[in-house]
């Protein structure tokens, strides 16, 4: 099949303008509420968090449109065997030089900059995983392809628990399950693996730390220990109410004060709340709906099946991710320490996003490529 060449014009002209709309407005509301709240923190100190928030949404867009105009399918084709090896690096390398607390080896500090590996090691899973269900679509209900997925998933859910990231790992679990069920996996192995959960969850329980079990327990029910453990959630809960339908304003609020601790990461969510009520939050759901509902439409568009699943796996990251950290702001889960998509501060976390917009773009402007299609190989 003769291949036709396609100018940087065309694949601009291709570029899925909602998908943009969606993003840059959800990164500048971040930028406004992180301004918003610099009073909060010491002087001079909720500006860094602003300059560092800029500079990674320079980096990202920049990332982003390289990704875009680069031809994802001959990219990933030269870098398939290299996905799994360098993952397993990037966590190797994080618990060597990474730092963290309370048993949490994330972060990698570069500078006053610290970056979180598991950030980008999560596209590489996606884009890995989308492969392997590409291989076996034919036979993807079939005991010994179920069985090859089961461990090429439980080798990357190992790798960020060995870690110690445990609200990364839900964050995976998530995103791989969006992936199969998206690729067509039988409902009856997702009932089997329920009810193995339901089984093994007694003795799992036990083995817990008591830490670990306090933050499960607590996360659902933080009124039950409101001066420690559930102090940041009950203080979001406030923040959402307190916010009402229209907010208190760019410079209004108060409790918002009690999150100093969080409140330009983990839960700016409440923080926008606070400030501009019922009204931004919406909005900014609103945003993230159209982007996930807009990815999936370029899904069942692409020319390729694996593509089609990296952009499942995308949608299924932006949702589960703002699942958690909604129902975490709201006190109805655990915290687990996961950002708010295109909204917390984070540079590791921004920059990957774009990566794969970035990425999903590709698929958009790539996905009439040749003149006779589709592909089915």
């Known amino acids: 099949m003769k291949e036709y060449s396609i100018t940087n014009l065309e694949k601009l002209k291709r570029i899925d303008p909602v998908v943009l709309l969606c993003v840059f407005a959800m990164n500048a509301m971040s930028i406004v509420v992180l301004k918003s709240q610099t009073d909060a923190y010491a002087e001079g100190v909720g500006d860094w968090y602003v300059r560092v928030q800029l500079l990674a949404s320079a980096a990202g867009i920049v990332a982003m449109l390289v990704m875009t105009f680069l031809d994802y399918d001959a990219l990933f084709k030269k870098l398939r065997w290299f996905l799994i090896p360098l993952s397993i690096a990037m966590v190797i390398a994080v618990k060597i030089f990474g730092s963290g607390h309370m048993g949490n080896e994330n972060w990698i500090s570069i500078g006053n900059i610290s970056i979180q590996p598991a950030e980008f090691v999560k596209i590489l ?36 628990l060995w870690q110690g990231d445990d609200g990364m790992a839900l964050v995976y679990i998530g995103i791989l399950t969006v992936m199969i069920f998206g ?63 229209r907010g208190a304003g760019f410079s209004g609020g108060t409790k918002y004060f009690s999150l100093f601790k969080a409140g330009y990461s983990d839960f700016i969510f409440a923080v926008l709340a606070e400030k501009f009520g019922f009204l931004g939050t919406f909005l900014y759901l609103a945003l993230l709906v159209t982007l996930v509902l807009r990815i999936l439409w370029i899904a069942r568009s692409t ?66 490529k040749y003149y006779f299609e589709r592909e089915l190989e």
């Open 125 to 160: 899973m996606i884009i890995s995983f989308a492969m392997h269900l590409d291989r076996v679509k034919d036979k993807l209900n079939h005991p010994l392809s179920v069985l090859q997925l089961a461990v090429h998933a439980g080798l990357y859910v190992g790798l960020i």
């Open 183 to 245: 690729a067509g996996l039988s409902l009856w192995y997702f009932a089997g693996a329920l009810g193995a959960g339901v089984l093994v969850f007694p003795w799992l329980w036990n083995r817990l730390t008591v830490r670990q079990q306090n933050r499960v327990l607590f996360g659902f029910n933080p009124d039950l220990d409101p001066l420690d453990a559930g102090m940041q959630a009950i203080a979001s809960r406030e923040c959402i109410i307190a916010g009402g339908f």
């Open 303 to 368: 020319r390729k099946n694996y593509a089609s699943y990296i952009c499942i796996g995308i949608a299924g990251m932006i949702l589960v991710q703002a699942t958690e950290n909604v129902g975490m702001c709201l006190a109805m889960l655990p915290v687990v320490g996961i950002t708010c998509p295109f909204l917390s501060y984070g540079p590791s976390s921004l920059l990957s996003m774009y990566i794969c917009i970035g990425i999903v773009e590709s698929v958009c402007t790539h996905s009439k």
